[in-house]
């Protein structure tokens, strides 16, 4: 898990660099990226430490290029509006966050700085942006779970790869209320699919 994470925060900050290094390289701007995070800053720092390299790759330096102004709930969910709500009063060029508690804090924050998510989950359905291909607003970024949806195309890729399949099972958390959706979702795409 922590590869993957570790892989998006990289492919996150290679997609952040490019607008903001460009920028930086005209005007000798130092860029201020605002990050918001429910866990722990010691949680977080090897993913800010591989979103610093993803940029260093690049040829940006920190404190050269750009600096991360990074704030922290400590895991305690009713802090993360005010650590997003302190980066807008910074008045960072953009917003960094993983989690969705992360983007709705930003989201609320506000309208005009860009907020980029990290993973995102179901963005189109938690009601951040418009759509995957054009998400309008100031939100963008990747997504971990596109949509619930998604659940029921992959039962289909499934019944193309091995047509005589007849029955699937599906390991969920029912502690876990967004996952609802996904059951329920993969259950339609069952019936329909005559699973």
Known sequence: MMGRRVFLTVVTGSILAAPLAAEAQQTGKVHHIGHVSLTSPEEMAPYLQAFEEGFRELGYLKGRDFIIESRSANGNPEL???AAAELVRLNVDVILTGVNQGIVAARQATTTIPIVMVYGIDPVGAGFIKSLAHPGGNIT???FEASPLIYGKML???KQIKPKLTRVALLWNP???AARAY???????ARQLDL
């Open 156 to 158: 289909e890729y499934l």
């Open 80 to 82: 993360v509006s005010a």
């Open 175 to 177: 502690a876990a209320t």
């Open 183 to 189: 059951l329920e979702a993969t259950k339609d795409g």
């Open 141 to 143: 970024g990747g997504t």
